[in-house]
């Protein structure tokens, strides 16, 4: 609706032009010639001028759209991503809990009781 209000608005100022001159402190209007002679122009020229706003919105809708899709799949690689680290640093744990030697935990803690 706005799209149409600005169309409108240019609509009327292409057909009368406002002149208005200092000198004399006169105001006088002057019409389009391209309206004079064929008004089916004026109304193209307007159906086209609302066609290309049209199709400027929708592909700013499906950019929008777009960027959202990928917004959301970052945050779930994030997500994978947290996952796999806090799954590869309980695995590390384990297998250094396991690879220990006893000989050395008994070394640890007996220089701890030092």
Request: proline share 1%; hydrophobic share 45%.
């Given at each position: 609706?706005k799209?149409?209000v600005f169309?409108f608005?240019n609509?009327?100022?292409?057909i009368?032009?406002?002149n208005?001159d200092?000198a004399?402190?006169s105001?006088?209007r002057r019409?389009?010639a391209v309206s ?7 109304i ?10 049209e199709k400027e ?5 499906r950019?929008?759209?777009n ?8 945050n779930?690689?994030g ?16 297998l ?7 000989d050395?935990i008994?070394?640890a ?6």
């Open positions: 609706m799209y149409l169309l608005l609509f009327l100022m292409i009368c032009f406002v208005a200092i004399t402190n105001i006088s019409t389009n004079k002679n064929n008004p089916n122009n004026i193209d020229s307007l159906r086209r001028q609302i066609e290309n706003k919105l929708e592909r700013a809708e950019m929008n759209k960027f959202e899709k990928m917004i959301e799949l970052v779930i690689l997500q994978v991503d947290t996952f796999l680290t806090d799954r590869t640093r309980a695995l590390v744990k384990k250094a809990v396991l690879t220990e030697d006893s050395d008994i070394v803690k007996a220089t701890n009781k030092n």
